[in-house]
């Protein structure tokens, strides 16, 4: 069963619900938690049938608003529906936590309720972006907005480790994201990573500017949340920015609007590619249970799609491979750390 | 005069020396700062008459390499061609500096040579890019990789006062770069700068995601200079992978080429809104005399277009009305923050 904050979003509970039934019809079992009141007239309304539907409601008296301050809330507030979608995944009634909903809150009860990987520093947000011809996996997307290179060093080995198992790449080609190629470029969080990321076992391509990443020479793609969210959120913009633009400039001429006429599935194909909706959602690694954190703009197709790829992932098992491959590579980083340096860490541990 | 880093860019001086021929016969008075053995001849091949126009060649016997770490390299090489051309300024001989060379080193010479706005804790590199119906003033760029909150703040007023200059709004509507519009939202270093902004006099509307600019609510974008460097790079990267898409998807059927070819206008206006080589350069704000940096990939075309946009800068006086309003600006911020802090100022100069 997944376990869906029916109540997190811009659009919540209407599209979360609709989303969620439509995910069921297809044999998705789901829990959607939130106010019973709100939900079970809305699934009345869209189908009077779906209690025959593998989806149940499980009441919860509050929720987490999209600006109230993450960690305050998931404390404060017990009965929230994103507190208590967690609690069912601790518990194991629950194989996976699915939310549009206040992302910090996301990040605060996966880390709390849920769980770390034993060895993670910080859990990161990773998802497949669009290059030319294929993707990239870039993380983090937005989980940790202040890093230290000890987390984007990991972030490396979660990118390593979910792409092997995802593209079946053995050696999958690591880059970091920098204002240039050159070694010297970037923040001094950048260069302290670049350094670490050189030494490690990684394949370990250097530096890469945004403009480049078209050019598909980059299997994962590594930065800090902030920049990881600006990098996507951008994309996301000029995408928006280029087709508001063809339909402006097509405004100017009734031949040119013929012309994109006919051409109009080549634009259908490309707004798929860009269409966020589409991948459905992105996924938290470095928790215990799978974690996916749909757009806070979804609508229902986006929260059917977030389903349809969370119960992939449940199938597949694909979080527990990954979780046992991670552990055993940090546990290998912390080794040769330590092997390498016993006088800086007994000092540390003095 | 303007003086040229003929030496600077990855496709120098070729290109460089195309440009500026072409901007010479314009009647725009430029002087070629690298190798004569390389640059005359080039000159002689282009234009046998070139002596007749006013442009003249400066001999300089080294050049500060694309890759090289920038202020080891300006310190070192007294006689690379960017250097030279700074002094030509500083000396007063030069109205103006362009490169496309090393970034870090222009910035270096900058800084070193042509010297600092009285009161400025950093210069910042600035440019208008694009949206849906007109554009944005973004600044810092790329050159501060490492920032402390009291830089972008000054880059708020910088952005505030160019604006307002060029653009002759009163008040701009200033924004902090984010990874959500809430105040509570980004690292340490924005919620800081927004803690100062929202104190300001100026126009602060908040934080804003890269997404939403298309929509034209900010007239200045504030980042520290590697967000804002991913920002325009991932908006390089995205036209020309969604160019590529359409290229890629119209070779799908003749029909479709058919169409996209009777739309062609249409996409040769928004090459030109994404063509970085029309804007020319991007201006580097809080140095005493106009420097403005080209794309280290220019053509002859945009080394052109960045000359005549210095010309104009220069014919304009625009940074010396510039510097005089900031300079007005950052004395009211430092009395201010007098005023406000005595106690902790004292501390400090203790």
Request: hydrophobic content about 45%; glycine content about 8%; overall charge positive.
């Amino acid at each position: 069963m997944i376990a869906i904050d029916a109540m997190g979003g811009d659009n919540a509970p209407q599209v979360v619900v609709e989303g969620a039934l439509n995910a069921a019809k297809q044999g998705i079992a789901l829990t959607l938690f939130g106010d019973a009141l709100v939900i079970k007239p809305l699934l009345d309304a869209l189908d009077p049938l779906w209690s025959s539907l593998p989806i149940t409601v499980d009441h919860c008296s509050q929720f987490i608003a999209m600006d109230e301050e993450p960690s305050f809330a998931v404390v404060r507030k017990k009965d929230a529906s994103l507190v208590r979608a967690a609690h069912a995944v601790r518990q194991g009634r629950a194989n996976a936590l699915i939310s549009a909903g206040n992302s910090g809150a996301v990040l605060a009860v996966s880390t709390l309720i849920i769980g770390r990987v034993s060895g993670v520093l910080r859990p990161a947000v990773g998802s497949f972006l669009p290059t030319q011809a294929g993707s990239f996996f870039c993380l983090d997307l937005g989980a940790n907005v202040d890093c230290r290179p000890e987390f984007l060093e990991q972030f490396a080995y979660m990118g390593h480790c979910y792409v092997a198992q995802v593209k079946k790449i053995s050696s999958p080609r690591i880059a970091l994201l920098s204002n240039g190629h050159e070694p010297y470029k970037g923040p001094t969080l950048i260069k302290q990573v670049y350094a670490q990321l050189e030494k490690s076992q990684l394949n370990f391509i250097g530096n890469i500017e945004a403009r480049d990443l078209v050019y598909d020479t980059v299997d994962v793609l590594v930065c800090d949340g902030f920049v990881g969210n600006v990098l996507l959120k951008t994309m996301q913009g000029m995408a928006k920015t280029m087709s508001l633009w063809i339909k402006k400039e097509a405004e100017q001429s009734l031949l040119q609007r013929i012309g994109l006429f006919i051409a109009s599935n080549v634009f259908r194909r490309i707004k798929q590619k860009t269409d966020y909706a589409r991948i459905g959602g992105a996924l938290l690694l470095g928790v215990n249970n799978p974690v996916v954190l749909a757009h806070g703009s979804s609508d229902a197709y986006a929260i059917e799609n977030a389903i349809k790829f969370t119960h992939q992932i449940v199938q597949e098992k694909r979080i527990n491979s990954f979780n046992n491959t991670l552990v055993s590579y940090l546990n290998k980083i912390s080794c040769r750390s330590l092997l390498m340096s016993p006088s800086s860490e007994m000092q540390q541990s003095v």
